[in-house]
């Protein structure tokens, strides 16, 4: 192959049999055959996976998202030799389904990566670590392997069923996940169910040493592998600039523009964009890996957002990209995930009701 193949090219070496993976909002089981996925669009995306269970087939770990697929392929795929599978190869797609239960539900890990026109990447599977690790390889010695020509047949095509992810994490950028991600000189570096933010690690940090009786001192826990999310939290910070009396203080209460103002300028150098990106982050990460660190990320930030009132005079284009990301989560949530929350679908409703009430009542 003298040219670098369309689009993306993901290799992925090692991979153990019936290991749960996926690519964005779509699941399926890996077998012998499973080598990749090919003709990925460009932009952000995310790969995820379970490690397997001995005795597993994998959809023991499904989470139905959006994972409608019944066939990952065109039928007229005359490149994919996976549709011409023999009844030898056990190719399993997971689809969703009513009877996947989530009971014995693997970690479940990811990794970010971006995609763009003739690009190869690939990844091979740690089996100590249980996950892929960015291959030590040159993409231009990864095209030019003697074997790609014969494996790239056998590469599934990305699905063409899941726009919605694109919907999902239209703000999303390579420079702006390095902010939230954790920090490492490897940008492929995986995040998993109970990856915990920077302010949840310096709590359990807190707890640990209140609790400790041994030592008057303690040693805190290393956050390098944490989440960089906002830091701030509704209920315990003034949402009011120091000094502020009388009316001031009481429309600052109300209104918490000046505190969305300040957050921003403060930690997102006055990129408010930087703020709905965290917000789609964290809601693929809490429907991907159902991550509680995230889904409570999400939850300050609707909120936050939906208790200013100026701001949605001042920043008219930050509430419409608002809105349009609140339309693509709550029609993924609705048609495919909430009975999966943890908090039950009236809660939940319950809560977002009361919240875009709040923002209504300030358009």
């Not at 990794?111 to 190869?120: D, L, N, Y």
């Not at 390579?174 to 933010?197: E, G, Q, W």
């Not at 000046?258 to 809601?283: I, K, P």
């Not at 008219?316 to 949530?333: C, G, H, M, V």
């Amino acid at each position: 192959m003298a040219v670098p193949p369309p689009k993306t090219t993901l290799i992925l070496y090692n991979i153990p049999d019936k290991c749960l993976i996926g690519i964005d909002l779509q699941f399926f089981t890996s077998t012998a055959d499973f080598n990749g996925i090919k003709l990925i669009p460009d932009g952000v995306h995310v790969l995820h996976w379970s490690s397997p269970t001995p005795g597993s087939t994998g959809l023991e770990n499904a989470v139905p998202t959006s994972s409608r697929i019944t066939n990952i392929h065109d039928e007229d795929d005359s490149d994919n030799v996976l549709l011409k599978s023999q009844s030898n190869i056990d190719r399993q797609v997971v689809q969703e389904s009513d009877n996947i239960v989530m009971s014995n539900m693997n970690l479940r890990m990811a990794v970010f990566f971006e995609a763009s026109e003739g690009k190869t990447t690939s990844m091979t599977w740690d089996e100590e670590a249980e996950e892929f690790v960015t291959s030590k390889r040159d993409v231009d010695d990864v095209i030019m392997l003697a074997g790609l020509l014969t494996l790239y047949p056998h590469l599934i095509s990305y699905p063409h069923s899941s726009p919605e992810f694109a919907a999902l994490t239209f703000l999303l950028t390579p420079k702006l996940l390095s902010t939230y991600l954790p920090a490492s000189s490897d940008n492929a570096v995986p995040v998993s169910s109970i990856t915990a933010s920077s302010t949840d690690s310096l709590l359990l940090s807190q707890a640990i040493s209140n609790a400790s009786s041994s030592s008057n001192t303690s040693t805190p826990l290393d956050d390098t592998d944490s989440f960089r999310f906002l830091n701030f939290d509704l209920k315990r910070q003034r949402t009011w600039r120091e000094g502020a009396v009388g009316r001031e203080l009481t429309t600052a209460a109300l209104d918490r523009s000046w505190f969305l103002g300040d957050l921003v300028s403060r930690e997102r150098n006055g990129d408010y964009n930087a703020v709905l990106a965290e917000l789609q982050l964290c809601f693929v990460l809490l429907v991907l890996l159902a991550n509680y660190s995230a889904a409570e990320q999400w939850k300050r930030i609707v909120e936050l957002l939906c208790t200013c009132k100026s701001a949605v005079l001042s920043q008219p284009e930050l509430y419409r990209k608002f809105l349009d990301t609140l339309y693509a989560q709550f029609q993924l949530i609705y048609e495919r995930c909430a009975r999966l929350w943890y908090t039950r679908t009236a809660d939940l409703l319950a809560w977002k009701i009361r919240h875009l009430r709040s923002l209504k009542s300030r358009l």
